[in-house]
C-alpha cells in the first residue's frame, strides 16, 4: 500500500456524500441575461467534470488500493502493506474524530453562521438563502494530505533509525497511525468549518395562489436573488411527494442552482424530508482546488533520480516540428532553420462563445496530409498516435510532441509545450487540456494507432462535435450553439465547406486540386482567393491571388528554398545553407546580408543582421530563458513547468513576477517596485476581479457559456450585457441607457440601435464576409446613405458618402496601397522598396516626398517635398540617436539601461567644429515615471499619487496641484499656487455634472442617454441648452437668463421646437456628407458654406441678406489654397483678392505678402509689399526644436519666446522696443534726457500651463513684477 494511501484515507474522511443526482431538463434556446428568466441546466458533464469526479471518487481508491495490494504479493510485501493499510484506517477515524469537535469549537469561537443542510419545514418567498464555505473541506483535505505525507515520512524514518532496518512491520504501523491520523484530524477540522457559511440573498418568487402562514410557499424553479450569482438562479431541488402548482414544493436546507442551500422557513408545518433534484446545481467549491487536491493525491513520493552518463532524454521532451510563432523567418516567410517555405492561411472565422476557425499551413519539407491534400497542415487534423509508451500529438501546424504513456492511466506533460496535459485511458477517450486557451480537446480512436479529434470544449461546456464518415473523414462539425459546417468531398479530396445555422445556408470554402492531388485553388467566403503551383514533389512554386501579387519560388534537392522572385521585384532574395554549422545566410532584394544560427529543435540561438549587429538568444526545450542585444544587454526570463512565464528580469536588474492559477490562468504580476496586480476567476476559468496594488477592484460576472454579463467598476458603477442567440443583443450603461445591437450568423453587425430609438443598419457584401470588413451600405438614422466597395483582395476600393462623391483605392502587389484618388479626380500616390517597405509618397501635382532606408530597413533620411533633407543615426540597439538638419544643427539623445531618454543634446556643427548649444535632462523614478525635466529656460518637475495620478506639476516653481477619486481614476480638483481651485463632480458615465470654482455657484451641466451635454446652469439664472441630430451633430443651442418659459420647451425636449434664449440662439444644417451647409444666428442671421468635391469650402456666404459679405475660394491639385475673394456687405467697400502661391507645398507670396524660409524649411521673413510704400520686413527666428524664438518687426521691436522641456510656451518678453529708442534717439538729437518705460507698462507675459492645456496668462511689468493678480485663467473640463 502506498504512503499516500493512508493519508487519504484520513483526509477523505471530511468529504460530504454527493447530492441527489438532478432531473435532466431540455435547455431554453434564449436567455436575456438583463432580464432573468429560468436558467440553462446542463444536460451532460464536460469531459474535465468527468476527469475530476473519476480522481475524487472511491473507485480511483479502490483500484489504486487494489492494485498496491498486488504489487504487494508479487513484491513479498504483503504483511508491511496489511499492518500499515489497518493503522491507516485507524488513525483515520481517530483522527477525525477529534479534528470534528476542534473544528466546531473554532467555529462557535470565531462566531460563525451555521447553514441548514436538511429539514422538513417548507420555504416561502422570502426565507433566506445561504452558502456554505465548501472550500475550507477540500483545503482540509489538501491540507490533510501534505501535513500526512510529511507525518508519514517522519514516522517512517524514526522507527527505521532507532530500530533498525529489519523493523519494516513497525514502520509500516507507524506510517500507518501518523498519516491517517494527522490526515484525518486536518480533513475533520476543514469539514466543520465547510458547514458554515453566510446569508447571501432570498427567494424572490413562489406561489400565486398557495400560502404558508401568509406568505406564497416556494417550489422547484422559482427565482431566488443571490449576491454571489447576479444571473438567472432558481431553487433546484424540492419534496418528492408534496406539490404547489404542480412543482415540487422546497423546504430548509434544500440547494439552488448555485449551490446556495435554504437557510430560513416556516415554524409551524413539517412535510416530507424526501428530496427530488429538478435542475443541475452549479458547482460552487473552487474547482481548481479540488484538481489540486485530487492531483496531489496521486503524486509519488520522491525517488532517487538516475544519473547516468549516457542517458537518453526521456520522451516526454521529444519534439519534431516547429511552430511558426517561435522560428525564425526571413523574407516571404522561409524557416531559416529547416528551409521550409512557410504558408500561414486563414480559411473560416466563425465567431461565438466558442469560436470557430480554420487554419491551414504549408511547409514545403513536411511529410504531413490531410484536408487540403499534401504538405497542408490545419487546425482539424490535430490527432494522437499510439506508439508503445509513447503517445505522439500533432497540433493543428504539424509540429509533432511526444508524451510518456506507459501505463493505462495517462497523465503527461510534453516540457516543450507545458502548456498541453494529456490525460485519460490509453483503452478508452483520451484528452488533452491547453492550460493556454482553457480548451479540452478529446480524441476518439480511429483507425489503427491513431486517436481523432472529436470534441473541442472550453470550460464553460460551449462544445464543438467533429463527426467522421465510414472511411473516417471529417463529415461535419456541430456546435453547441447549434452551427454546423458540413464537408464536401469528391475522389477523397475536400472540395467544399457549407455552413449551416437557423434555416441559412452559405458555402464558406471551395477547393479544387491538380493532378497529383495537391491543392491548386482554395476560395473562402472570408478570406483570400488564392492559386497554387507546386513541382512532382510537392514544393511550392508559385502562388498568387486574384490581382497583382504572384510570388515564384526555387528550391534544393531536400526542398529547401533557395531563391524567391514577384515580377515587380519584391522578395528577390536568396538563402544559403550551412548544414555542418548550422547556419543560413539570407541574402535580401536591397542587398542586405543577415546569418542566422540555429539549435537542434530549430530555434534561432544567434542573429547578424545586415549591419553587424548581433543578437543572442538562449532557449531551454522551446522556451527563451534570455536575449542578449547588440549592446550586450540581457533580458532573462524564467518559466514554470508548464511553460508559462514566471519572471522578466530586465538589463536594469528589475523583475517582474508573474503567478498563474492551477489551470494555466494569469493570476497575479509583480511589479519591480512591488506592486501587486492580482486576477481571481470562477470556477470555470472566466476572470471575475482584477485588484491592483491599490486594491482596488473590478468585478465581472458571467453567465452559464461564459458570456459577461456585467461589469462593476471600482466605484460601484456597473455595466450590463444582455444576450440573444449567444451573440451581444444589449449594452447597458451604469446610467441606465441602452443600446441594442444585432448580428448575423457570421457575426456581423446588421443594426445598432441608441438609447433614443436611433437605428443605424449594416449591410454587408454578397460576395465576401471578410471579419476585417464586409459592410458595403451604411443607413444613418437620418436617412444618408454611405457605401463601401471592395476589391478582388476584400480590401476597400472605393468609399462613397452621403453626396455620392467617391474616394477610390488602389493596391499593388501584397496588398500595398499604392493610390489614392480624391473625388475630384487627383491622385497621391505611394512606392516601396524591393522588402516592401514604404520609400515615397508622390502628391497629385507630382512633387515627392521620399524615405532612404538603410540595410535593417530603419529610416536614415527624409527628403519633403521642398527638397529639404533631414538624416538619422541610431545606436546598435535601433535607438535614433541623432538626427541632423540641413543647416548642420544635431540633436542627439542619450538613454538609461531602460531605453528612458535621459538626456537631449543641441550641438551646431561648423567646418570641423562642433558646439554644444543646450541640454534637456529627464530623470525618471523606479517605476520609470518622469519625474524632472530641466532645460535652459524652465525646471518641470512632477509628483504622483501611489495610484500613479499626477497630483503636482511643478513650472519654474509655480504648482498646479490636482486631486483624483481614489476608486474611479477621475480627477476632482485643480488648483494653481494662489488662485481658487476648480472642482469637479461625475455621473455614472464619468462625465462632468458638477463645475465649481472656489468661492463661486457652481455650474451644473446635465446629459442625454448618449452622454452629449444637453443643458448647463447654474443658481444665478444662466441656462444653456443643445440639441443633436439623429447622427449626434449639434444642431441648436440656446443660452441667456432661465425663465419659466425656456424650462417648460427643455421639459417638452422637442427638437423642432427648442428653448428660445435671451442671448444666443444658433442653429446648424449640414449636407448628406456631414459638412457645415449653414448656420443660423440671432445675432449674426445666416452664415452658408458650399464646397467642392474633396469638401473643401470654396465659398461663405454671411449675413443671409442681399448685402451679405461674401468670401470664395479656390484650391490646387494639391488642395492648398491658391485664390481668396472677398466680397464686403456694402458696395462702397472695395472687394479684396489675393492669389497665392505654393513651391514645394511652402507658401511664397499670398497676395501682397512675400514669404522666405531657411534651409530648415522654417518661414525667417515675411516682407510686406503695399502699392506706394516700401516693403516692410518681418523676422523669424527659431531654435533646433522648431520653436519660435525671436520676432523683430519691421521697426526693429524685438520680441523673445521661451519653452519647457515639453515645448510649452512659458513666456514672451519685449526686449528692445523701438517705438522708444525712436522717440530717444530724437530726444538725443533735441538735446533732451532719455525717457524711461512707465514701471508699469507690460512688457510680456508668462503662461502656465496643465498638461497640454494652457491655463493661465500672467502679464509682467517693466519693472519686473509679475502680475499674478491680473492674469487670465482658462477653467477646463477634465473630460
Not at 338 to 362: E, I, K
Not at 540 to 552: A, G, L
Not at 666 to 685: E, F
Request: include cysteine; charge should be negative.
Amino acid at each position: 500500500m502506498s504512503t499516500l494511501q493512508n493519508v487519504w484515507i484520513g483526509a477523505g474522511s471530511a468529504q460530504r456524500s454527493p447530492a441527489a443526482e438532478p432531473q435532466k431538463i431540455a435547455p431554453d434556446t434564449h436567455k436575456t441575461l438583463i432580464k432573468p428568466s429560468s436558467p440553462l441546466p446542463r444536460t451532460a458533464k464536460t469531459a474535465s467534470d468527468n476527469v475530476l469526479d473519476f480522481l475524487e471518487s472511491n473507485t480511483l481508491s479502490n483500484v489504486s488500493m487494489a492494485m498496491a495490494g498486488a504489487y504487494a504479493v508479487a513484491t513479498g510485501t504483503i504483511a508491511p502493506f496489511a499492518v500499515g493499510l489497518g493503522a491507516g484506517i485507524v488513525g483515520a477515524y481517530t483522527g477525525g474524530y477529534v479534528g470534528d469537535k476542534i473544528g466546531h469549537q473554532v467555529a462557535d469561537f470565531l462566531g460563525m453562521q451555521t447553514v441548514a443542510s436538511e429539514g422538513d419545514v417548507p420555504a416561502r418567498l422570502g426565507d433566506v438563502i445561504a452558502h456554505q464555505n465548501k472550500s475550507a473541506g477540500a483545503w482540509g483535505t489538501l491540507g490533510g494530505i501534505l501535513l500526512g505525507t510529511v507525518a508519514v515520512v517522519a514516522a517512517a524514518a524514526f522507527v527505521v533509525a532507532t530500530a533498525g532496518t529489519g523493523a519494516v512491520i513497525l514502520a509500516a504501523v507507524a506510517a500507518g497511525l501518523a498519516g491517517g491520523f494527522v490526515g484525518g484530524v486536518i480533513g475533520g477540522i476543514g469539514a466543520a468549518i465547510g458547514q458554515y457559511g453566510q446569508n447571501k440573498g432570498t427567494i424572490i418568487e413562489g406561489s400565486p395562489n398557495v400560502f404558508f402562514e401568509g406568505k406564497s410557499v416556494a417550489r422547484a424553479g422559482d427565482k431566488i436573488l443571490c449576491s454571489n450569482h447576479p444571473g438567472p438562479m432558481v431553487i433546484a431541488e424540492g419534496a418528492k411527494t408534496v406539490f404547489a402548482n404542480g412543482k415540487p414544493i422546497a423546504r430548509l436546507g434544500h440547494r439552488t442552482t448555485c449551490d446556495a442551500n435554504i437557510n430560513s422557513a416556516a415554524a409551524s408545518i413539517v412535510i416530507t424530508r424526501e428530496t427530488e433534484g429538478v435542475y443541475d446545481i452549479m458547482e460552487s467549491g473552487n474547482k481548481a482546488l479540488r484538481w489540486a487536491v485530487a492531483i496531489a493525491g496521486l503524486i509519488p513520493l520522491p525517488r532517487r533520480k538516475n544519473t547516468g552518463k549516457n542517458q537518453e532524454a526521456k520522451p516526454s521532451v521529444k519534439k519534431r516540428g516547429c511552430s511558426h510563432k517561435s522560428c525564425g523567418q526571413a523574407g516571404e516567410p522561409v524557416d531559416v532553420a529547416t528551409g521550409d517555405f512557410l504558408q500561414v492561411w486563414p480559411v473560416l472565422s466563425l465567431p461565438g462563445f466558442l469560436p470557430l476557425a480554420l487554419n491551414r499551413v504549408y511547409r514545403s519539407t513536411a511529410n504531413f496530409s490531410g484536408l487540403f491534400g499534401p504538405k497542408w497542415a490545419y487546425d482539424w487534423s490535430q490527432h494522437l498516435k499510439r506508439d508503445g509508451e509513447e503517445t505522439h500529438f500533432t497540433d493543428g501546424e504539424g509540429v509533432i510532441y511526444t508524451f510518456h504513456t506507459p501505463t493505462e492511466q495517462v497523465f503527461s506533460v510534453n516540457l516543450h509545450a507545458g502548456h498541453y496535459l494529456l490525460y485519460g485511458q490509453r483503452s478508452g477517450a483520451l484528452h488533452l487540456f491547453n492550460r493556454q486557451t482553457q480548451q479540452i480537446l478529446s480524441f476518439a480512436k480511429g483507425q489503427g494507432d491513431k486517436y481523432c479529434l472529436s470534441t473541442i470544449e472550453d470550460r464553460n461546456g460551449n462544445q464543438m462535435v467533429l463527426r467522421y464518415d465510414e472511411v473516417g473523414r471529417l463529415a461535419d462539425i456541430g456546435r453547441s450553439d447549434g452551427t454546423e459546417l458540413v464537408l464536401h468531398y469528391e475522389q477523397q479530396q475536400l472540395t467544399a465547406i457549407d455552413w449551416l445555422h437557423e434555416g441559412q445556408r452559405q458555402r464558406l470554402v471551395s477547393c479544387r486540386y491538380d493532378t497529383h492531388g495537391f491543392l491548386a485553388e482554395c476560395q473562402p467566403f472570408q478570406f483570400f482567393h488564392l492559386w497554387h503551383e507546386y513541382s512532382p514533389q510537392g514544393y511550392m512554386t508559385r502562388w498568387h491571388d486574384m490581382d497583382k501579387t504572384d510570388f515564384t519560388l526555387q528550391y534544393d534537392t531536400v526542398g529547401r528554398v533557395i531563391s524567391t522572385a514577384t515580377p515587380q521585384g519584391y522578395w528577390q532574395d536568396r538563402f544559403i545553407y550551412d548544414d555542418t554549422e548550422k547556419v543560413t545566410t539570407y541574402l535580401d532584394a536591397e542587398g542586405g546580408k543577415s546569418r542566422y544560427w540555429y539549435n537542434a529543435d530549430g530555434l534561432v540561438t544567434q542573429q547578424i543582421d545586415p549591419l553587424g549587429n548581433e543578437t543572442l538568444s538562449v532557449w531551454d526545450f522551446s522556451h527563451k530563458v534570455s536575449e542578449t542585444d547588440p549592446l550586450g544587454r540581457t533580458v532573462a526570463n524564467e518559466y514554470s513547468p508548464y511553460g508559462e512565464l514566471i519572471a522578466v528580469t530586465n538589463p536594469a536588474g528589475e523583475s517582474t513576477a508573474y503567478g498563474y492559477d492551477e489551470y494555466g490562468q494569469l493570476a497575479q504580476v509583480k511589479q519591480p517596485d512591488g506592486g501587486i496586480w492580482g486576477y481571481h476567476y470562477n470556477d470555470r476559468g472566466n476572470l471575475d476581479a482584477v485588484t491592483d496594488p491599490q486594491g482596488r477592484r473590478e468585478d465581472y460576472r458571467y453567465g452559464p457559456h461564459g458570456e459577461i454579463l456585467r461589469h462593476v467598476l471600482p466605484d460601484g458603477r456597473q455595466w450590463y450585457y444582455g444576450y440573444q442567440r449567444q451573440r451581444l443583443s444589449e449594452v447597458v450603461a451604469p446610467n441606465g441607457c441602452a443600446t441594442q445591437f444585432e448580428f448575423d450568423g457570421l457575426g456581423r453587425l446588421l443594426t445598432v440601435t441608441d438609447e433614443l430609438n436611433q437605428q443605424t443598419r449594416y449591410h454587408h457584401s454578397s460576395f465576401h464576409a471578410s471579419p476585417a470588413g464586409s459592410v458595403s451600405e451604411i443607413r444613418l438614422p437620418d436617412g444618408v446613405r454611405q457605401t463601401i466597395g471592395y476589391d478582388s483582395e476584400r480590401q476597400v476600393s472605393a468609399v462613397t458618402d452621403g453626396q455620392g462623391r467617391v474616394t477610390r483605392y488602389n493596391y499593388g502587389a501584397f496588398d500595398l496601397l499604392s493610390g489614392i484618388t480624391r473625388p475630384d479626380g487627383t491622385t497621391v500616390t505611394f512606392a516601396y522598396d524591393k522588402l516592401t517597405q514604404l520609400i515615397a509618397v508622390t502628391g497629385a501635382t507630382g512633387e515627392t516626398y521620399r524615405y532612404v532606408r538603410d540595410r535593417a530597413g530603419r529610416i536614415i533620411s527624409e527628403t519633403d517635398f521642398s527638397g529639404r533633407t533631414l538624416q538619422y543615426q541610431y545606436d546598435r540597439a535601433g535607438r535614433r540617436i541623432i538626427t541632423r538638419y540641413p543647416d548642420n544643427q544635431l540633436l542627439r539623445w542619450c538613454y538609461s539601461v531602460e531605453d528612458w531618454v535621459t538626456r537631449q543634446e543641441v550641438w551646431q556643427e561648423e567646418d570641423r567644429q562642433c558646439q554644444l548649444l543646450e541640454v534637456t535632462e529627464y530623470a525618471y523614478d523606479s517605476k520609470g515615471r518622469l519625474m524632472r525635466a530641466i532645460n535652459p529656460d524652465a525646471a518641470v518637475e512632477f509628483e504622483y499619487d501611489p495610484f500613479g495620478n499626477l497630483t503636482n506639476e511643478k513650472i519654474n516653481g509655480r504648482t498646479v496641484a490636482q486631486q483624483w477619486d481614489p476608486l474611479s481614476g477621475l480627477p476632482t480638483r485643480h488648483q494653481v499656487d494662489g488662485v481658487p481651485g476648480l472642482n469637479w463632480e461625475y455621473g455614472a458615465l464619468g462625465l462632468v455634472t458638477h463645475f465649481r470654482l472656489d468661492g463661486h455657484k457652481p455650474l451644473y451641466i446635465q446629459h442625454d442617454g448618449l452622454g452629449r451635454e444637453t443643458v448647463r446652469e447654474n443658481e444665478v439664472g444662466f441656462i444653456q441648452s443643445q440639441y443633436y441630430t439623429s447622427t449626434g451633430l449639434l444642431s441648436h443651442q440656446s443660452a441667456g437668463c432661465s425663465s419659466a418659459m425656456f424650462r417648460q420647451a427643455l421639459q417638452e425636449a422637442d427638437p423642432h421646437h427648442p428653448p428660445f434664449g435671451s442671448v444666443v440662439n444658433r442653429r446648424w444644417h449640414y449636407d448628406r456628407a456631414y459638412n457645415v451647409a449653414c448656420i443660423e444666428d440671432s445675432r449674426w442671421e445666416q452664415t452658408r458654406y458650399g464646397y467642392n468635391a474633396n469638401d473643401q469650402v470654396v465659398e461663405a456666404l454671411f449675413g443671409g441678406t442681399p448685402s451679405a459679405r461674401e468670401e470664395t475660394f479656390r484650391y490646387d491639385a494639391n488642395q492648398n489654397i491658391s485664390y481668396c475673394r472677398q466680397i464686403p456687405e456694402w458696395p462702397s467697400k472695395p472687394i479684396h483678392q489675393a492669389y497665392q502661391e505654393q513651391q514645394d507645398g511652402r507658401v511664397v507670396r499670398h497676395g501682397e505678402n512675400e514669404y522666405r524660409y531657411d534651409e530648415n524649411g522654417r518661414m525667417v521673413e515675411k516682407i510686406v509689399h503695399k502699392y506706394g510704400f516700401q516693403p516692410r520686413t518681418f523676422r523669424y527666428c527659431w531654435d533646433a526644436h522648431n520653436q519660435l524664438t525671436e520676432f523683430i518687426t519691421p521697426e526693429g521691436t524685438r520680441w523673445r519666446y521661451r519653452y519647457d522641456a515639453f515645448g510649452r510656451r512659458i513666456s514672451k518678453r519685449k526686449e528692445v522696443d523701438a517705438t522708444l529708442e525712436a522717440i530717444n534717439l530724437q530726444r538725443w538729437f533735441d538735446g533732451l534726457p532719455d525717457l524711461e518705460m512707465k514701471p508699469t507698462a507690460v512688457i510680456g507675459y508668462d503662461y502656465l500651463w496643465s498638461g497640454d492645456q494652457l491655463i493661465a496668462e500672467t502679464p509682467v511689468y517693466a519693472n519686473g513684477t509679475v502680475a499674478y493678480e491680473e492674469s487670465i485663467h482658462w477653467l477646463n473640463r477634465r473630460n
